[in-house]
């Protein structure tokens, strides 16, 4: 059974603050490394960050110094915590494996909406 389930999304002033939980399948999860993507309309799903099993993380450079991803391994569980939050980080919000062979499912996503 696959399991991504997003949560945490909502709806939020320009600096403020959200975190995002993803709980996921222990297959997914086995994935050496885990990711956030995001996906706003109009536009292709990029990746936003990617933590290790390790715990060592990377950023894309719009969400650098803003955003911190983490992990805790023994719950499967995914966290993107959002501060300072702008009006181009709406978007739905997926987590999925960063290795492509392994993301075959995405979830439905949580909708975060950042309004000026």
């Known amino acids: 059974q696959v399991q991504l389930v997003e949560s945490g999304g909502g709806l939020v002033q320009t600096g403020g603050t959200l975190r995002l939980s993803c709980a996921a399948s222990g297959t997914i999860f086995s994935a050496n490394a885990m990711g956030w993507y995001r996906q706003a309309p109009g536009k292709q799903r990029e990746l936003v960050a990617t933590v290790t099993s390790g715990g060592s993380t990377n950023y894309a450079d719009s969400v650098k110094g803003r955003f911190t991803i983490s992990r805790i391994n023994a719950k499967s569980t995914v966290y993107l915590q959002m501060n300072y939050l702008k009006p181009e980080d709406t978007a739905v919000y997926y987590c999925?494996?960063?290795?492509?062979?392994?993301?075959?499912?995405w979830g439905q996503g949580t909708q975060v909406t950042v309004s000026s």
């Open positions: 999925n494996s960063f290795m492509s062979n392994n993301r075959l499912y």
